[in-house]
């Protein structure tokens, strides 16, 4: 029999203690413990049945998931080719940026799939109104439950049997088992563990929406990332309006997956082909815009970058960057001034990547020096030219990973020009290209052979 214990939790990071401390010692915060019950079993090792025995490796048949194909392709995708039967997988994000759209508009969408939303967070009405704006048709066999005890979740799931469910969100349901409030440690890992054993029990995949914090942790801590499945984690910016769905963890596929999203005043839609939407083919030329042959996960895109350089209007010379590491942008116009003689360091430079999206992949290193140069130099850069390379300290153009992927993607949407490392040489692939490739060594062969040689080539 379990036997109830208590012990104290760090609401902040989940370390668990014996006794009521006033600092936590694993994350330095004051005044974060309190008092939540647990249950242990009283067994010790000699209790343990022998259930299962050590089997060795090449006895071992390989069992094939049974997978569930979704209406939505990016979803598939994501989770590793479907959704697992049995399987159980957190989604999270900061608020409002489409959680519960997302998984309403999979719950809605599948015809031939009877599929429960729970909302712990909104009326009944309140989804019935959303699911009319996502265009539901009637002939959804979707069923909403607006429930917060876990307990009541898993009697009305048992009742209705469905093929999928949605739990929105962690941090409201709770189970009666313990006292501690919805929302703390150890009532989201009891929640968790026990929607897990309904998942494996029933072999019904499940949702779980978790909210995070500003961090950009999952709040109710990690605890969740170890027990879940699958972890996929919405970014972007609440004003754009394109979302990034990351698979941060997934026991059933790659992690290199991320699905692109577009918020539309209809839910959110499927981006099958980032780069058309991501770039802008201007019809006069303008100066200042680059775009980049980017990589993100296993997906290879182009992005457009945008910069501005000015004229300090006051002393300090202001810089900034929307979806790029404005210290990187630091490095890269010191790298210019001191490598390349340019003086930007009277100057405002501001920064933009387009849709709103955050990059860190360093190829993109590349087209932001050449849309500073451009504006600095106020000569537009053809626009069919597009950039993929590394700049490092010292003025060098380095080498970047998948270059074949980059180059094939913009040869693909019809650029005439790439220009990239010339350590990237080597790879024999590139000879099979149409696309004209510039193999660059260091930044005053860019500057020359963005403005000096005839831009019209
Ligand atoms: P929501 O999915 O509720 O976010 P979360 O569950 O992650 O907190 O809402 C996302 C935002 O999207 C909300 O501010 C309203 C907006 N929205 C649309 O633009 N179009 C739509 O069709 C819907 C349903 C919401
Ligand atoms: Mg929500």
């Known amino acids: 029999m379990a036997k109830i214990k208590k012990a104290y939790f760090c609401q902040q990071c989940g370390y668990e203690s014996p006794k009521w401390l006033g600092k936590c010692p694993a994350c330095g915060e004051w005044n974060t413990f309190t008092e939540e019950i647990i249950s242990k079993p009283a067994g010790t090792m000699t209790d343990i049945r022998q259930t299962s025995k050590p089997v060795k490796i090449s006895d071992i048949n390989i069992e094939e998931y049974n997978r569930i194909m979704l209406a939505n392709n990016e979803m598939n995708r994501l989770l590793g080719g479907g959704l697992v039967a049995g399987s159980i997988a957190l989604i999270g994000g900061e608020p409002g940026i489409g959680k519960s759209t997302l998984s309403l508009q999979i719950a809605l969408n599948q015809p031939n799939l009877k599929t429960l939303y729970v909302s712990g967070e909104e009326s009944a009405s309140q989804i019935k109104l959303r699911a009319e704006r996502l265009g539901s048709n009637s002939g959804s066999n979707c069923y909403i439950l607006s429930e917060t005890l876990l307990e009541n979740i898993l009697l009305q799931a048992k009742e209705i049997n469905p093929d999928f469910i949605v739990i929105d969100s962690i941090q409201t349901i709770y189970t009666d088992k313990l006292d501690s409030s919805p929302g703390s440690v150890s009532q989201i890992r009891e929640c968790a563990a026990l929607l897990m054993r309904y998942a494996k029990e029933s072999n019904t995949p499940v949702f779980v929406i978790g909210h995070i914090t500003k961090d950009g942790s999952i709040a109710g801590p990690k605890i969740l990332e170890h027990i879940v499945d699958v972890v996929l984690q919405f970014e972007g910016d609440n004003n754009y309006i394109y979302r990034l769905l990351r698979s941060m963890k997934n026991r059933f596929g790659s992690t290199d997956e991320i699905g692109i999203f577009e918020m539309t ?193």
């Not at 790029?324 to 001191?338: H, I």
């Open 265 to 457: 005043g209809t839910g959110l839609r499927e981006v099958s082909n980032p780069s058309e939407v991501l770039i802008t083919r201007h019809e006069e030329s303008l100066s200042g815009c680059s775009v980049a042959a980017m990589i993100d996960g296993a997906r290879s895109f182009l992005i457009e970058t945008q910069a501005l350089v000015s004229t300090a209007a006051y002393g300090t010379p202001q810089r900034s960057a929307t979806g790029f590491d404005v210290r990187r942008l630091n490095m890269l116009l010191a790298v210019l001034e001191k490598r390349a003689g340019f003086r930007l360091a009277v100057k405002d430079v501001f920064l933009n990547i387009a849709g709103g999206i955050k990059v860190v992949d360093p190829a993109i290193d590349l087209a932001i020096v050449s849309s500073i140069l451009s504006s600095t130099a106020d000569i537009p850069i053809s626009h069919d030219w597009c950039f993929a390379g590394e700049i490092g300290l010292s003025g060098e153009i380095r080498p970047v990973n998948r270059i074949v992927a980059r180059v094939s993607e913009a040869e693909k949407l019809g650029f005439k020009k790439i220009f990239i490392s010339k350590y990237n040489k080597k790879t024999p692939e590139l000879s099979k290209f149409q696309i004209k490739i510039e193999y660059i060594g260091k930044i005053p062969e860019l500057v020359e052979k963005l403005f000096t040689a005839s831009n019209k080539s």
